[in-house]
Nanobody, 115 residues
Framework: QVQLVESGGGWVQPGGSLRLSCSTS????????MSWYRRAPGKERELVAI???????WYTASVKGRFTISRDNSKNTVDLQMNSLKPDDTAVYYC?????????WGQGTQVTVSS
């Protein structure tokens, strides 16, 4: 049974930091491309960051230089370090795995950036 469980969301003031983590099981994590998406209120789901099985990374322009995606294949986890947070970063953040032409999603974790 495949499971992806996000954690680390919460409320933070503008300029603050949060670290999201996604714990996974049920598939070969080291072979998966892992990504973080977000959905802000009233907006479409947006791809935030990707890390490939070969550790190549990609970020959407709005988070480049502020967010860092990383993975630990020994723990089957993928993290998203978010610094210099802005109100526009407020959203539900989702973890996604792509492996063997299958995709799997977590349930999401809320991030709220406000003063």
């Amino acid at each position: 049974q495949v499971q992806l469980v996000e954690s680390g969301g919460g409320w933070v003031q503008p300029g603050g930091s949060l670290r999201l983590s996604c714990s996974t099981s049920g598939f070969i994590f080291s072979a998966a491309a892992m990504s973080w998406y977000r959905r802000a209120p009233g907006k479409e789901r947006e791809l935030v960051a990707i890390i490939s099985s070969g550790l190549h990374t990609w970020y959407t322009a709005s988070v480049k230089g502020r967010f860092t995606i990383s993975r630990d294949n020994s723990k089957n986890t993928v993290d998203l370090q978010m610094n210099s947070l802005k109100p526009d970063d407020t959203a539900v953040y989702y973890c996604r795995a792509w492996v063997n032409e299958n995709e799997y999603w977590g349930q999401g974790t809320q991030v709220t950036v406000s003063s």
